[in-house]
């Protein structure tokens, strides 16, 4: 599946070359960067939130009680996460916008986006800040639509992102920033915040789920 990948690939990355060889070379190396720069930001992410606190449950299935004062390792924790996830924003768009997609980065950005969202959870689940039943919903989908999108390549057939889809991703950003920070911050209540995107997510995630695996369907049977 891997090589079958680089050869589908390869003619639309020899075309594209071909138009953006005016470009500064720093453009062009730009959106690899910014990918390494979120794959750096991981252990950073994952060793700050480990020291935070580990809040009370007051429920099942996502319902928390907010910790008593954040501490300055979770707001540090979710501002490096959050510039992590504008990252995954940017260097996709200026990949497109620019034509300078590359192999490397079509395979880097996928799995540093997976390995940031799941690290995040797999700390916040720990420290009992989310449902681990919801992070499982939410983890073992995303390994599944990987899974349908490698079988779609085998097969010869793309499958686009949806806007559900990327809606999911945002849900599931703000959703761990706000439970991140888990309690109140600036007469804001991040830890409701948090709860709140994290149950969007997670429905956009069974919906957008369904939608892939039937494009999937219907362009196999086509």
């Known amino acids: 599946m891997i090589l079958s ?69 979770d707001i540090a924790a979710a501002i490096v996460f959050a510039v992590a996830a504008i990252t995954d924003f940017f260097d996709g768009w200026i990949a497109r916008k620019f034509n300078v997609e590359t192999v490397l980065g079509k395979l880097l950005d996928p799995l540093a986006d997976k390995l940031l969202v799941v690290s995040a959870m797999v700390i916040l689940v720990e420290k ?20 349908i999108r490698l079988a779609a390549i085998e097969d010869g057939i793309q499958i686009p992102s949806s806007f559900i889809g990327k809606t999911k991703t945002t849900f599931q950003d703000l959703g761990i920033i706000g439970l991140t920070i888990c309690g109140t911050l600036w007469f804001i ?28 369907a219907k362009q196999l049977k086509n």
Request: proline fraction near 5%.
């Open 189 to 216: 209540p991040f830890h409701y915040i948090g709860q709140f995107f994290i149950m969007l997510a997670l429905a956009a995630s069974l919906i957008s789920g369904i939608q892939y695996l039937y494009d999937y």
């Open 128 to 147: 009992h800040r989310m449902d681990g039943l919801i992070a499982v919903i939410i983890i073992v989908r995303d390994l599944g639509i990987n899974a």
């Open 5 to 73: 990948f680089f050869k589908n690939n390869k003619q639309s990355l020899d075309e594209s070359s071909t138009g953006n060889k005016n470009l500064p070379n720093w453009l062009k190396k730009l959106p690899n960067r910014l990918t390494f720069l979120r794959i750096m930001c991981i252990p950073v992410v994952v060793y700050l939130m480990s020291l935070g606190e580990v809040a009370s449950e007051s429920g099942h299935f996502g319902i928390i009680n907010p910790i008593k004062n954040p501490s300055m390792t």
